[in-house]
């Protein structure tokens, strides 16, 4: 099971920072990623983080304002988002997937074992 939390409502030029926790698999052997799907868009992959060794993927359009961590003693994943803007509204969700494959953990991410429900982030300008 994942669960996302910290999503809402800031201006533009603010923060948020989401976090997803993870229950009912091995999260050490597990790579967790963030997706977002904004309205009338695909889903697209954001973040992802393996939490074996830690390596980290940023898609093009968060690559300076993203930041993703983990905490592995809690079994959770962090997403650091600053400098938000209106193009960041969208529902994000968290994902899990097998470090063995976590290049899968992009894209659309259709071959992810795990999702969370997601939490609306919404950028006022």
Not at 71 to 86: E, G
Request: hydrophobic share 35%.
């Amino acid at each position: 099971q994942l669960v996302e939390s910290g999503g809402g409502l800031v201006q533009a030029g603010g923060s948020l920072r989401l976090s997803c926790r993870a229950s009912g698999f091995t999260f050490d052997d597990y790579a967790i990623g963030w997706f977002r799907q904004a309205p009338g868009k695909e889903r697209e992959g954001v973040s992802c983080i393996s939490s074996s060794d830690g390596s980290t993927y940023y898609s093009d359009s968060v690559k300076v304002r993203f930041t993703i961590t983990s905490d592995n003693a809690k079994n959770a994943v962090y997403l650091q988002m600053n400098s938000l803007n209106s193009e960041y509204t969208a529902v994000y969700y968290c994902a899990a997937v097998s470090s063995a494959v976590w290049v899968l953990c992009r894209d659309h991410g259709d071959d992810m074992d795990y999702w969370g429900k997601g939490t609306l982030v919404t950028v006022s300008s």
